[in-house]
């Protein structure tokens, strides 16, 4: 603590000197390497290799690399719990509702209560029980949110007249229904079958596709690719703009590098503009018709809602793609990201054409 103190407050010294240093986030350690200009070597984002001499070394506790796996392990057992409680609740509330009306008859039957109409408590606790669930899910159903409010006033607002128990078989029916529109309708797991899943296979089937396009790229250039997307990704725009100009000196012109160029192009440009705080997204280059077989989203004229958007998005993609493809070193640190291409292609779901 004592060592990493002392080399944030050398840090701290370096940038009162008004010198610029180039940041670097390191993926695989998930440390923070700060080389001033005057140290004579230039570290590569997401390196594993060791900083050079001369460089500061801060270790990020945002991205621990002991931190990491407990964050991931605790988050999947939270959602198995959430799906676990979806599916308990999901059966419970049939059972709970038209129990209440068999358990209502049942306490009429022996002369417990008179009417089996007042005893409505399963159908309440049903209603909220549907109401707790809608609550939980990750899209709302207003409809099945405000059940318990309905079970309320039919069943526990005082009447003058008795309440009888085929209103209770409605109630419970009805809220059945709701039950299954809502599982149907705005699920997690419908969500994951028609939503991730198809975009996963998606993008499996689009890696695969370019993959012999870019099968000459270096190793060392890919390492640059991987770079310019970190980067970009985590807001480190100087490093994207450096990663970006680095790899398009070390890659051929003519073919299918030509789409690989671009790409960087596109976002060093975009890393140029929100650098400098513009957020509009680049309109200085675009993919040409000759480039466009090799992007991931291709799509009719009429169809393109934000031009500017769909190039960076494809240029991201693209770059991830390659790097995917021809990056070993980074291979882990890209599975780590890929729901951030996951989310990119899923917003172009219905423009695809994909169910």
């Known amino acids: 603590m004592q060592e990493t103190n002392a080399e944030i407050a050398e840090a701290s010294a370096c940038t009162s000197e008004n010198i610029t240093v180039p940041i670097a986030v390191e993926i695989h350690w998930r440390c923070v390497h700060i ?141 059945t229904i709701l039950l299954i529109r809502l599982d149907r309708r705005f699920s997690s797991s419908a969500d994951e079958r028609g939503g991730s899943k198809a975009m996963e296979q998606f993008l499996r089937d689009y890696i695969e596709l370019i993959k012999p396009e870019f099968a000459n790229i270096r190793k060392k250039t890919a390492h640059e690719i991987a770079s310019a997307f970190f980067a970009f990704k985590f807001g480190l725009y100087q490093n994207a703009i450096e990663e970006c100009r680095l790899a398009l000196t070390q890659i051929p012109e003519g073919g299918s590098s030509s789409a690989l160029k671009k790409a960087l192009q596109i976002v060093q440009l975009n890393a140029e503009d929100l650098e400098n705080a513009q957020v509009n997204a680049d309109t200085r280059a675009a993919f040409s018709e000759s480039e466009l077989p090799s992007v991931a989203i291709r799509l009719p004229q009429e169809k393109i809602e934000d031009p500017p958007s769909l190039e960076l998005d494809n240029a991201l993609i693209l770059l991830y793609a390659v790097a995917k493809n021809t990056s070993p070193d980074d291979d882990q640190a890209l599975d780590e990201h890929q729901k951030f291409i996951l989310k990119i292609l899923t917003s172009y779901k219905a423009a695809l054409g994909i169910q």
């Open 35 to 175: 080389n001033t200009r005057d140290g004579g070597k230039r570290q590569p984002a997401f390196s594993n290799r060791a900083p050079p001499a001369g460089s500061i070394r801060i270790c990020s506790l945002h991205h621990g690399a002991n931190n990491v796996p407990e964050r991931s392990m605790n988050k999947e057992k939270n959602q198995q719990d959430s799906r676990q409680l979806e599916r308990v609740l999901t059966y419970a509330i049939p059972v709970v509702s038209f129990g209440g009306i068999l358990a209502a008859i049942l306490l009429q039957e022996t002369g417990v209560i008179e009417n089996a109409g007042e005893f409505a408590w399963g159908c309440v606790a049903g209603s909220f029980m549907l109401g707790y669930l809608a609550y939980i899910k990750p899209k709302k159903d207003i409809v099945a949110l405000c059940a318990p409010i309905y079970g309320v006033i039919f069943f526990l607002v005082p009447t003058e007249d008795s309440r009888p128990i085929f209103l209770q078989f409605l109630f419970a029916v009805s809220i």
